[in-house]
């Protein structure tokens, strides 16, 4: 069965460059979710779309940004790249209506800001 | 939102050992979901589990929404059980999840 997919798997960056990453939800999901893991740390909330429209908004630094596209993948958006951002980024798709809103998590992005 | 606890924050078992990974949250929650992260960071989904009770083979796992608990049980550990388990859930239909803290497994053989 078709996962969440993220990219890239990996990224490097320097301090105050910017960095975008991709998500591409199961197909016909309608939801995603983008989350903030730090070292040592459980996962965050940063922001979520629903059929392309923003539907909630956790602790995202105003240096990020995030919009759906009309083929439902996702991007984030971060400018201005500090060493706190250093951590796993996941993206977790869900289909609203479904009989369980279970969020299917991706294997996340892994960015590094030196 | 809602608070999630997890217990105990750390365990270590000799494989072979069964273990209980308890999960409390402070508000109702829409649904409850375990995952196991492995070392390489990768969130594995093991249970969806609103209520009542789920078994996928060594792993079981059980919700008491109204008594807002989850359980979940390993049986008969393996090294590659090792990782931290978290729960999770959102407090509303498609919402945002909340994670605990996360349990840290360590499995020796």
């Known amino acids: 069965a078709a996962g969440v997919i993220q990219s890239p798997r990996h990224l490097i960056k320097e301090k105050r460059e910017t960095a975008t990453l991709k998500c591409y939800p199961i197909p016909r999901h309608d939801t995603v979710y983008w989350y903030q893991q730090g070292p040592g740390q459980d996962p965050q909330f940063l922001i979520s779309?629903?059929?392309?429209?923003?539907?909630d908004k956790g602790s995202i630094p105003d240096r990020f940004s995030a919009q759906q596209f009309s083929d439902y993948h996702s991007e984030l958006n971060m400018s201005s790249l500090e060493l706190g951002d250093s951590a796993l980024y996941f993206c977790?798709?869900?289909?609203?209506?479904?009989?369980?809103?279970?969020?299917?998590f991706g294997p996340g992005t892994r960015l590094t800001v030196l | 939102g809602i608070q999630v606890e997890q217990s105990p924050p750390d365990l270590i078992l000799q494989e072979g050992a069964n273990s209980t990974l308890r999960c409390n949250f402070s508000?109702?929650?829409?649904?409850l979901q375990w995952f196991h992260q492995n070392p390489w960071g990768q969130l594995i989904n093991l249970f969806y589990i609103p209520s009542g009770t789920k078994q996928n083979g060594r792993l079981s796992a059980t919700t008491v929404a109204t008594e807002r608990y989850s359980l979940l049980y390993i049986s008969s550990s393996q090294t590659t059980d090792s990782g931290v388990y978290f729960c999770a859930g959102p407090n509303t239909n498609a919402g945002k999840s909340t994670f605990g803290d996360g349990t840290t497994l360590t499995v020796k053989p």
């Open positions: 508000d109702s929650v829409n649904n």
């Open positions: 779309f629903y059929e392309k429209m923003q539907s």
């Open positions: 977790a798709s869900s289909l609203l209506l479904a009989s369980t809103d279970t969020q299917y």
